[in-house]
């Protein structure tokens, strides 16, 4: 269950043809309401794709009615063109569910600096208008549908759903395994829910929730031109959520996606999990272990089940002073359990540590405060490197 | 020809039995004066080895004698333990010699987190004093000993040497394979001249030169522990060089060993140089093309001969405007000298670009400016993630 586990929303994936694989690759989530308030958070990459320029201009209000996303093609760095693509999309989607395409959000995931093809676009649209309008767009199957529909090197589709003792729901749906690395935003996702809430308290849950998950996954160091995180309401309960337990909630959803697409990361055979303890503030326990999901030195390490926790270090004294507070000479270092350093000296073998299991533990203790973070990254692997040279993508 | 092309520089590589491949690795280039001005340019990583802590003490007067130099191991991370070794062998060194230990810069490259062995250490040292003694020290077979003494995963020795006709002569020698990414300074590399000039006159030109040919090559993202250039000034050619003149040379030398390191970088298939034109500032065009220089993804498709410019864009677009400006819709990119993108719409068709060269072309315009820089870096290969993991270095 996912998009459709909340009332008040239907939705549909197709085949527009606009993958070389035949598969599944244009997605519709409609708001049935009676709410349409909406929050987005985009991607800070500068080089924004046209979606994104688009869908900024529809969430100027806060009302979205209908989401639409194709795999198969970004449409970034397509100009003018390109960009009257997205726009005739969203018109498409309009006439199709009788709403105003201001009220349409675009997201488009494939590669970038080529132009889509608009008659297949409209096409899958018109397909998945006619499966909306269906008994079963408000099934499990169309929930999965969808999110098979945005899958790219994806090799499983991400789902998730949180059910509140208070009646309402919140259901959502990721894709992402390459271009892993976010600004504000990341990958696209779409989040469902029936709570009653307002645009402005769900913009507010939205970046709380994503500060912490989908901000916090760097797999690959490679920020998306098209990452977009939406969150539709439909109302539909017709409960008024708690703020505070609903942004709970939300971050819950937003963790689970975010492991979900950690675990299938191109070509990752190892989900690394980077924690800074106690230090100065949280911005700098984000800012060194960032520095550590970045080194490919210490990634492929981990890949050869190698604990070379210098390379984790090296990593760490690239940060400024300015950046981060820490006594070079007093960090210590655990790897699975294992403290390999301690203040800076070596403390337990390396050999101690095993590696084999997928997910690994780095802890590093900068006695610098009392704050912390964790970074999600993974290991730089042949296969990582075998999927972004093979093809463009 | 290398350290010992310049008069007045004498040189030795030996086998302590610090490496497990039972190669050279202990390597001592001693200043036989007149002078022994000096100037060094070290890592800016804050996690310093316990070398580069010892040498920047000898550094404070300016003065150098002689510099020691072992593959084999970093001695970083080794707390008192390590840093008693580092002083012992420049304390065995000054013993052999018969100068100052406070006039012995020490370097060391290799595994961090492990002790060396200061037995083997001062047996090599022993060996190499007695070879410096011999009338050969001063040949290019003994350049070219310690040119191999202080390779890690380097195929092959570094040198380089600049003559002028003013009547002085500069030589070098660098070791870099991995971890090829500076802050101020990069890899080992000990630079020579029997030029007259002064301290402070070798720390400018040293900068100088520095600045836009070691720090500009970027080969992997990651910055080591280790970093040292070194600069010794003999004086034996009598000849008071023009400061401008020598930096001049020296830049030149300098580019040279950095287009050498580029080219023996670990597991790379393809050198390529990423320059940035028509920026707003020169340090800017530097943050825009190292960003680039960073993108895995980028690096990755260059491997797989694919010209994928989206990567490329995506990359720039990760530069705040705080640190370039620019407009994300009007930049141009060429590849191998085909313009596939113009203002933010494609171009020349992608596949107009031959990637099969080992040499590749990357420039980008931003149209923000007049000011430009290059970054020297290699693709992201299978190669490179079996030598960074198959085993610890």
């Given at each position: 269950?996912?998009?459709?586990?909340p009332?008040?929303?239907?939705?549909?994936?197709?085949?527009?043809?606009?993958?070389?694989?035949?598969?599944?690759?244009?997605?519709?989530?409609?708001?049935?309401?009676?709410?349409?308030?909406?929050?987005?958070?985009?991607?800070?990459?500068?080089?924004?794709?046209?979606?994104?320029?688009w869908?900024?201009?529809?969430?100027?209000?806060?009302?979205?009615?209908?989401?639409?996303?194709?795999?198969?093609?970004?449409?970034?760095?397509?100009?003018?063109?390109?960009?009257?693509?997205?726009?005739?999309?969203?018109?498409?989607?309009?006439?199709?569910?009788?709403?105003s395409?201001?009220?349409?959000?675009?997201c488009?995931t494939?590669?970038?600096?080529?132009?889509?093809?608009?008659?297949?676009?409209?096409a899958?649209?018109?397909?998945?208008?006619?499966?909306?309008?269906?008994?079963?767009?408000?099934?499990?199957?169309?929930?999965?549908?969808?999110?098979?529909?945005?899958?790219?090197?994806?090799?499983?589709?991400?789902?998730?759903?949180?059910?509140?003792?208070?009646?309402?729901?919140?259901?959502?749906?990721?894709?992402?395994?390459?271009?892993?690395?976010?600004?504000?935003?990341?990958?696209?996702?779409?989040?469902?829910?029936?709570?009653?809430?307002?645009?402005?308290?769900?913009d507010?849950a939205?970046?709380?929730?994503?500060?912490?998950?989908?901000?916090?996954?760097?797999?690959?160091?490679?920020m998306?031109?098209?990452?977009?995180?939406?969150?539709?309401?439909?109302?539909?309960?017709?409960?008024e959520?708690?703020?505070?337990?609903?942004?709970?909630?939300?971050?819950?959803?937003?963790?689970?996606?975010?492991?979900?697409?950690?675990?299938?990361?191109?070509g990752?055979?190892?989900?690394?999990?980077?924690?800074?303890?106690?230090?100065?503030?949280?911005?700098?326990?984000?800012?060194?272990?960032?520095?550590?999901?970045?080194?490919?030195?210490?990634?492929?390490?981990?890949y050869?089940?190698?604990?070379?926790?210098?390379?984790?270090?090296?990593?760490?004294?690239?940060?400024?002073?300015?950046?981060a507070?820490?006594?070079?000479?007093?960090?210590?270092?655990?790897?699975?359990?294992?403290?390999?350093?301690?203040?800076?000296?070596?403390?337990?073998?390396?050999?101690?540590?095993?590696?084999?299991?997928?997910?690994?533990?780095?802890?590093?203790?900068?006695?610098?405060g009392?704050?912390?973070?964790?970074?999600?990254?993974?290991?730089?692997?042949?296969?990582?490197?075998?999927?972004?040279?093979?093809?463009?993508?």
């Amino acid at each position: 269950m996912s998009v459709t586990a909340p009332t008040g929303f239907a939705a549909a994936g197709v085949t527009a043809g606009l993958k070389k694989s035949g598969g599944l690759d244009l997605a519709i989530v409609s708001n049935l309401g009676p709410l349409a308030n909406a929050a987005t958070v985009f991607t800070s990459n500068r080089c924004k794709a046209n979606p994104i320029l688009w869908s900024q201009q529809v969430m100027s209000d806060g009302q979205v009615s209908a989401i639409v996303l194709n795999s198969g093609g970004a449409n970034c760095y397509t100009g003018t063109i390109g960009f009257q693509t997205t726009h005739a999309t969203a018109e498409a989607v309009a006439d199709q569910l009788g709403v105003s395409a201001g009220d349409v959000l675009v997201c488009s995931t494939g590669l970038i600096g080529e132009q889509l093809d608009l008659g297949k676009l409209t096409a899958g649209v018109f397909d998945a208008g006619l499966a909306l309008k269906s008994d079963t767009a408000i099934s499990a199957e169309a929930g999965l549908a969808a999110a098979q529909a945005i899958m790219t090197t994806d090799t499983k589709p991400k789902q998730a759903v949180q059910v509140s003792p208070a009646g309402w729901t919140i259901g959502g749906m990721a894709k992402g395994a390459g271009m892993l690395a976010p600004g504000l935003a990341t990958m696209l996702v779409v989040i469902t829910t029936d709570a009653v809430l307002t645009s402005a308290q769900l913009d507010a849950a939205l970046r709380e929730a994503t500060r912490v998950t989908f901000d916090r996954l760097d797999s690959d160091g490679c920020m998306s031109t098209n990452d977009t995180v939406s969150l539709l309401a439909s109302g539909a309960s017709g409960v008024e959520a708690d703020p505070a337990a609903f942004a709970a909630a939300l971050t819950e959803l937003c963790r689970d996606l975010t492991l979900q697409l950690q675990g299938d990361a191109e070509g990752a055979s190892h989900d690394v999990a980077i924690s800074v303890r106690n230090a100065a503030a949280e911005s700098e326990a984000v800012t060194v272990a960032r520095a550590v999901s970045r080194s490919n030195l210490f990634k492929a390490a981990i890949y050869g089940n190698d604990p070379n926790w210098g390379r984790v270090l090296a990593a760490v004294g690239t940060i400024s002073e300015a950046d981060a507070a820490f006594d070079p000479y007093n960090i210590d270092v655990a790897i699975n359990g294992i403290q390999v350093c301690t203040a800076g000296e070596p403390d337990q073998p390396r050999d101690l540590v095993d590696l084999t299991p997928r997910a690994v533990s780095v802890v590093i203790d900068l006695h610098a405060g009392t704050a912390g973070a964790t970074i999600w990254t993974n290991d730089l692997t042949h296969d990582y490197v075998e999927e972004n040279s093979a093809y463009s993508s």
